[in-house]
């Protein structure tokens, strides 16, 4: 069965830095991965994906991840943060030829300072 | 589009009590799903129907929550009675078929708390 670690329950950072978000999964095969954002009272929206390709994926709102393999990891990063993306965050893992349940990571929340 | 719409979004009920939650998925989309995240946890699969179908209910975790999805169009949950690890919030998803499998839509939540 698949695993995804967040070590991050908390991140603060100050608005225009750079952020990275850690992911760590645990899966056999080759696996789908997703970061998913939910903002205050909204549902969770999902910011990019990765099923195959590139391992440097974008996605909206200026974020990216990248897939490393060797390191069971798929790290999200954006050059500089905005207020408006203070949230909490999920990573995701899918079973590719699998279940397309989704197994989540514990959630990083993501503090912006002015 | 309009998305994925659950109500309520807050509801609060006593150790014993009845509550259904309720799922509208966005329209076309065969595919939906209940989810819950008990605070500070994962957020966990509870069940997949496709259309009124139950897909597969392997995260049910017992025989007090009943999931229905009438016509194929909207689901409910309901949970009777509602035990006090039954609080979390619950989280309705939908998505369209093949590969878009994977691209799910989510609602807000419902945030159950039991007292």
């Known amino acids: 069965a698949q695993s995804v670690t967040q070590p991050d329950i908390h991140i603060t950072v100050s608005e225009g830095a750079s952020l990275e978000l850690r992911c760590n999964y645990s899966y056999g095969a080759t696996p789908y991965l997703f970061w998913y954002v939910q903002s205050p009272g909204q549902g969770l929206q999902l910011l990019l994906k990765y099923f195959s390709g590139d391992t440097l994926v974008q996605g909206i709102k200026g974020f990216e991840a990248e897939f490393k393999r060797s390191q069971s990891s798929f790290n999200l990063r954006k050059p500089s943060v905005h207020w408006s993306d203070a949230a909490e965050y999920f990573c995701a893992v899918g079973a590719s030829g699998g279940s397309y349940i989704p197994t989540f990571g514990r959630g990083t929340s993501l503090i912006v300072h002015p | ?115």
């Open chain 2, 1 to 115: 589009e309009a998305g994925v719409t659950q109500f309520p979004s807050h509801s609060v009920i006593e150790k014993g009590q009845t509550v259904t939650l309720r799922c509208d998925p966005i329209s076309g989309h065969d595919n939906l799903y209940w989810y819950r995240r008990v605070m500070g946890k994962e957020i966990k699969f509870l069940l997949h129907f496709v259309k009124e179908s139950k897909q597969d209910e392997s995260g049910m975790p017992n025989n007090r929550f009943l999931a229905e999805r009438t016509g194929g169009t909207y689901s409910t949950l309901k949970v009777q009675p509602a035990e006090l690890e039954d609080s979390g919030v619950y989280f309705c998803a939908s998505s369209r078929t093949g590969l878009d499998l994977y691209e799910q839509y989510f609602g807000p939540g419902t945030r159950l708390t039991v007292t």
